[in-house]
């Protein structure tokens, strides 16, 4: 069974930064597109960062363009997300994707909590 695990988040105050991370197992992982997606409560779950398999194209949601950038290492099989600048606007559960056709992948997500 595929597994996505993701780590790193946490309490951090407005303007730091967090590194999150999520590895995969069970998953030809250099042959999928992964995403980054958030929800804060009450919300829509939103895409916010996707890399191509390669890992050669990127594309970001416009609320974090500039701060937030996505990137993978397929021999360690993970994807990172690398948040700076963060806002209180950003506080969410951050789940981590993978995509292949009609296939999705989901991790069980890590909370981001940005205080002001």
């Known amino acids: 069974q595929v597994q996505l695990v993701e780590s790193g988040g946490g309490l951090v105050q407005a303007g730091g930064s967090l590194r999150l991370s999520c590895v995969a197992s069970?998953?030809?992982?250099?042959?999928?597109?992964m995403n980054w997606y958030r929800q804060a409560p009450g919300q829509e779950r939103g895409l916010v960062a996707t890399?191509?398999?390669?890992?050669?194209?990127?594309n970001y949601a416009d609320s974090v363009k500039g701060r937030f950038t996505i990137s993978r290492d397929n021999l360690k099989n993970t994807v990172y997300l690398q948040m700076n600048s963060l806002k209180p606007e950003d506080t969410a559960v951050y789940f981590c994707?993978?995509?292949?056709?009609?296939?999705?992948?989901w991790g069980q997500g890590t909370q981001v909590t940005v205080s002001s």
């Open positions: 994707n993978a995509h292949r056709g009609v296939y999705d992948a």
């Open positions: 069970r998953l030809a992982f250099s042959l999928y597109t």
């Open positions: 890399i191509t398999s390669g890992g050669g194209s990127t």
